[in-house]
C-alpha cells in the first residue's frame, strides 16, 4: 500500500507475470463475448490472418496493467484515469511481464507510467494511470 | 514511403461516418457476469472475485450488440452496425483511455452509446493502418454517469 508521505518519482510498483494459455483466453473471450477466431484457431490465425502464433487479446493486457495499479493501492486510494496502447501484438505461449512506476505526484493525485514487456524485453503496451490517494494514506 | 502507402483510403463515404452513434446499449450487471470475469482476468482482490464490484475493465465488448451465430464474420467478429465499409479488413486491438465516475456493482442497469469521433489513416511498419476511435459513454437509466471511454480500432 502506497504512502504518499514516502512516494517518489520513479518508484517501482510490484510486477507480476501472466502466462495466458488456450485455457484462460478462452474464459476472457467468452466473459467479453469475443469470438475472434485469432483467440483460440491457430491454423486460421497464422494461415489467414498471417500472425505468428494465436494472439494474446490487447484488452486482457490492459486489464493486466489495471491490476498492477489496483493491487499496489489496496484500498489506499481510487483509480480516475486509465489508458493504453496496444502497440504490438503477442502471442500465445509468451511470459508477459506487466510493472509500472510513479512518474508524477501532485497533491494526493500520484500519475503512475505502465508496461507489459514480453520475453524479448520489448515494451508491447505501454499505459498510464490517474489514482487519487486517500487523505492520511 | 512507398506507393500504397501514399493512396488515401478514406473516402468521403467513409469519413461521413464521424459524428454517428449506434443504438445504445442496455446492460444488466449481474453478480456471476462480475465473478466470471474477474476469474478470467486472474484478478486478485476479493471484492472483484466475490462480486462486490466490477473491475475497471469489466465492459470491454459491452458496447456491442449480441448478434446471432449466422451473423458473425468469417473471423468471429459480427458484423459491426457503427462501422463504414472499410477497404481494409483485419482487425488489431487499437487502445482505451477511460474515466471513471462511479463504481459498477450487481443490479446496475447501464447504457451504453457508442460514437464514431474520429477515422484516420497512419502508416504502420510494413502497411497503412486505418484507425476508427469511438467514444463511449457509460450512464445508469437515470443518466448519472458511470465511465467514459475512447476506444480506437484498427484495421490493416
Keep these: 500500500m502506497p504512502k504518499l508521505s514516502e512516494l517518489k518519482p520513479g518508484d517501482a510498483l510490484p510486477e507480476r507475470q501472466h502466462l495466458a494459455t488456450n485455457v484462460s483466453l478462452f474464459l476472457y473471450n467468452a466473459a467479453v463475448w469475443n469470438a475472434h477466431r485469432i483467440h483460440y484457431d491457430e491454423p486460421y490465425t497464422t494461415d489467414v ?33 486509465f489508458e493504453y496502447t496496444n502497440r504490438r501484438a503477442s502471442i500465445l505461449g509468451e511470459t508477459l511481464t506487466a510493472g509500472g512506476s510513479v512518474k508524477a505526484i501532485d497533491g494526493t493525485q500520484v500519475v503512475v507510467e505502465l508496461f507489459i514487456r514480453n520475453e524479448a524485453g520489448d515494451i508491447t503496451t505501454p499505459g498510464q494511470a490517474l489514482v487519487q490517494l486517500a487523505d492520511g494514506a | 514511403m512507398n506507393a500504397e502507402a501514399a493512396d488515401n483510403l478514406l473516402s468521403d463515404d467513409v469519413r461521413a461516418w464521424i459524428g454517428r452513434s449506434d443504438e445504445p446499449v442496455r446492460m444488466e450487471v449481474s453478480r456471476r457476469d462480475i465473478v466470471k470475469y474477474s476469474i478470467a482476468t486472474e484478478q486478485r482482490n476479493p471484492r472483484y472475485l466475490r462480486g462486490d464490484e466490477a473491475p475497471p475493465m469489466f465492459l470491454f465488448g459491452a458496447d456491442k450488440p449480441l448478434t446471432p451465430i449466422p451473423q458473425l464474420r468469417a473471423d468471429g467478429l459480427l458484423e459491426d452496425q457503427l462501422l463504414p465499409d472499410l477497404p481494409l479488413k483485419r482487425v488489431m486491438a487499437g487502445g482505451i483511455k477511460q474515466r471513471y465516475h462511479r463504481p459498477i456493482k450487481p443490479g446496475d442497469v447501464l447504457i451504453i452509446t457508442r460514437t464514431i469521433t474520429d477515422i484516420f489513416q497512419k502508416q504502420g511498419s510494413s502497411r497503412p493502418l486505418i484507425f476508427i476511435v469511438y467514444d463511449i459513454r457509460v450512464t445508469t437509466e437515470d443518466g448519472t454517469l458511470v465511465m467514459q471511454e475512447t476506444q480506437s480500432r484498427i484495421n490493416r
Design chain 1, 49 to 81: 490472418e498471417n500472425h505468428p502464433g494465436v494472439i494474446i487479446d490487447g484488452p486482457l493486457q490492459g486489464d493486466w496493467l489495471s491490476q498492477v495499479v489496483l493491487d499496489w493501492l489496496e484500498d489506499s486510494g481510487q483509480l480516475l484515469e
